[in-house]
């Protein structure tokens, strides 16, 4: 699917009862096709966001689980 269609699906599913507006709008308004592409990069980059903030989620709950591992370790030598 080329870019300008999945921009466009995309305007259409937040506005569903304009897709005719928005279609001719996006194709003679450079203004309104500036603005959609800016929406749809902030779109992106949100997704970005939240997708790297799950990866560092994950990844400090997989260092905090082998520092508590080692914390035991190091408990374990030093009390025996």
């Known amino acids: 699917m080329a870019v ?3 921009i466009l699906q ?3 599913q937040r506005y ?3 897709k005719m507006r928005i279609e001719q709008l ?6 309104f096709k500036s ?26 709950e997989d260092y905090e689980s082998i520092i508590r591992d080692l914390e035991k370790e190091i408990f374990e030598l030093i009390y025996h």
């Open 26 to 31: 996006y194709e003679q308004d450079e203004e």
């Open 35 to 60: 603005l959609c592409d800016d929406y749809i990069s902030c779109l992106n980059f949100v997704k970005k966001i939240r997708e790297r903030s799950e990866e560092s989620k994950k990844t400090i």
């Open 10 to 12: 995309i305007i259409k």
């Open 16 to 18: 569903p009862s304009h």
């Open 4 to 6: 300008r269609d999945t």
